[in-house]
């Protein structure tokens, strides 16, 4: 029927066959390369539970639906234990993995009564059960002849135990769904019942091709508001962070109606479903024509209505992934635009504002080009390799006199928690003894672009009129260091660094000569209209050093490290500091939640290792 609701009727098939798949891997995982067997088990065990969980919404019936539950949380059960398994005695895991096959086994025996007393085939229940039981005996039996091997069969015979359960299981069709909510929430099978759910389901296919117009339409001006607020990088990529703040908006909706409003719902229609059949009977007292005049009558149906075209829609998305979508963008789509519109007023949040979220997306790409771009960058400033490379002389730092200076980590949020230190970063900065400003990090979140520093950066820092240096976090990275670059560079260098990243980068992002131009001017506009003194630099990296003490930063980009021109800087610069008090401040910190963070990076350990070796007196990180 051209318009009638979609239905995956293949769906078992793909999901049952991707079942035997990871259940002949986990039987060959003994014979995998090298590793650990119990985590790989564990690994496609998960796999498995998913699938029965999102096969189970699919079934026909409440009762299979439970089963589906059940079994998937066993499986899931199995699957936490193996990758675990390090944690647990041998024998007491494999005792633990038999109580699960006992417990699911004893399960189905309770499955074939039900279905011997009703009168059903109890056929399947019957053999669900002896497999499982069969395991158990032979889980005890062989426990002393080979663990992993153990783990392997067992764990494939839970997984293709779980390929036969969604093979076997009856699925709904959206054609009888209505039918199947009334048999699941018990409603009288009474003539009211049974128009209205023939009434809602013409409605709901007549209606499909038009939802699924106003969804597009409603996704493309999200999308619009999205490009208008993140701003248009004038190229390809520049589509793809509003692209990813859309998908993050799809992913909230479905999030509000599986998630929140579903299970809101289940329990209020358990708690209400008596008084419902009630009312629904009440309501079929009178004819047909009676109940569509104005009264209490006609409010309550409508009401009745209303609550059956929801718990059809529901339905539906369970028998089919494309109505399940459907669904989840009708409820759930426009509390995620409310949320879109209202997050950023509140201030930062990674786990609402999906324009945040696009961030994930530039740490990969950045995390593998930071080097070539670092090096890119130093190389075009044309400094002279040595003790003095990159080196800052702050206005009224001398040899002669003592001074102090601010150190700031990660400030670039641009919301409250920023803002409330804006008066006492100002009253700091004027005392006579402090010289200048180093924030250590993250300067501008989420992504380090151009667009965002005025809110991030010059408005929280108005005021300060001392001169403001910077190193780049991981996040100002994300935008390869456009903005950064323009805003604490010197302008020529700015110019000469942001061409050679584009240069190294075959112009995979900016590429124009007036887009460069546009960034710098944009920086030199700011920085006069704020007055806050920045563009001092020409590397991510520099050191200040007086005859007794030397400051040095070390960049660490996205994955703390550092290429091997900054590793050759930085020991010549240790080299001319020795004899000196050191204060090196690294763009990560070594130690961070009361965990040694080198112990997860050998070149981070590496750094942190150098600097030992240099006797370096004191280390500061940021990202913190």
């Avoid at 990871?22 to 790989?40: K, Q, T």
């Avoid at 339905?315 to 509390?335: D, E, I, K, W």
């Avoid at 990076?601 to 280390?619: G, M, P, S």
Wanted: a neutral charge.
């Amino acid at each position: 029927m051209k318009n009638s609701i979609p239905s995956d009727s293949k769906q078992k098939y793909v999901f049952s066959g991707i079942a035997v798949v990871l259940g002949i891997l986990s039987a060959i995982a003994p014979i995998w390369p090298a590793g650990d067997v119990a985590p790989r088990v564990g690994g496609l065990l998960v796999i498995a539970g998913i699938l029965e969980l999102l096969h189970s919404f699919r079934r026909s019936s409440d009762e299979e639906r439970k089963s589906a539950w059940f079994g998937a949380a066993i499986t899931l059960i199995f699957a936490v234990l193996l990758i675990n398994a390090t944690n647990f005695v041998g024998t007491a895991l494999i005792i633990l993995i038999a109580l699960s096959f006992l417990i699911d086994g004893i399960r189905y025996g309770i499955e074939a009564v039900k279905n011997y007393r009703r009168g059903a085939n109890a056929t399947f229940e019957i053999l669900a059960m002896i497999g499982n039981l069969a395991v158990v005996a032979i889980i005890l039996l062989t426990k002393d002849f080979g663990f992993d091997w153990t783990i392997a069969l067992t764990g494939a015979w839970r997984i293709i135990g779980t390929a036969i359960s969604i093979f076997h299981a009856k699925e709904g069709r959206s054609e009888t769904s209505g039918m199947d909510v009334v048999e699941s929430l018990e409603l009288p099978d009474i003539p009211s019942v049974n128009s209205s759910v023939k009434k809602i389901q013409e409605e709901e296919r007549v209606r499909y091709p038009f939802d699924k117009t106003w969804i597009i339409v409603f996704l493309v001006l999200l999308f619009i508001i999205h490009l208008g607020r993140m701003g248009l990088d004038k190229t390809a990529l520049g589509i793809l962070s509003p692209g990813v703040a859309l998908f993050g908006d799809v992913v909230v909706a479905l999030i509000i109606t599986f998630g929140i409003i579903s299970p809101l719902r289940a329990v209020f229609k358990k708690i209400t479903s008596p008084a419902i059949r009630r009312l629904w009977i009440w309501v079929d007292k009178v004819p047909e024509e009676q109940r569509k005049k104005f009264g209490l009558r006609r409010i309550v149906n409508s009401y009745l209505e209303r609550r059956l075209r929801t718990s059809i829609r529901l339905r539906n998305a369970g028998y089919s992934f494309r109505s399940a979508f459907m669904t989840g963008m009708q409820t759930g789509l426009p509390y995620a635009a409310m949320l879109a519109a209202i997050i950023p007023v509140f201030g930062m949040s990674w786990y609402f504002d999906t324009e945040n979220w696009a961030a994930g997306i530039w740490d990969n790409w950045a995390a593998s080009r930071t080097d070539e771009w670092r090096m890119a960058i130093t190389r075009s400033a044309g400094e002279t390799p040595g003790p003095n490379a990159f080196r800052i002389i702050p206005d009224s730092v001398n040899n002669s006199s003592d001074f102090s200076f601010i150190i700031i980590g990660d400030p670039g949020e641009g919301d409250a928690s920023q803002l409330c230190l804006k008066d006492q970063i100002q009253i700091v900065s004027e005392k006579p003894d402090v010289r200048f400003i180093l924030i250590s990090s993250d300067i501008v979140y989420p992504s380090g672009e151009m667009k965002d520093y005025e809110t991030k950066f010059w408005l929280p820092m108005k005021g300060v009129y001392k001169p403001v240096y910077a190193i780049p976090g991981n996040h100002d990275w994300y935008d390869a260091l456009n903005g950064f670059t323009a805003t604490f560079f010197e302008p020529k260098a700015a110019h000469d660094a942001i061409l050679a990243r584009i240069n190294k980068d075959l112009k995979f992002t900016s590429t124009t000569e007036n887009h460069i131009k546009e960034l710098i001017k944009e920086a030199q506009r700011l920085r006069t209209n704020y007055g806050v003194p920045t563009g001092f630099q020409k590397s991510p990296y520099f050191q200040i050093q007086t005859d007794k003490f030397a400051l040095i930063t070390v960049e660490t980009g996205v994955t703390r490290r550092i290429d091997d021109d900054q590793l050759a800087w930085l020991k010549q610069a240790l080299e001319a500091a020795k004899g000196k008090y050191v204060m090196v401040v690294v763009g990560h910190p070594f130690y961070a939640i009361g965990e040694y963070q080198g112990s997860l990076n050998k070149d981070f350990q590496a750094i942190h290792q150098l600097l030992r070796d240099y006797k370096v007196n004191l280390v500061m990180g940021g990202d913190t």
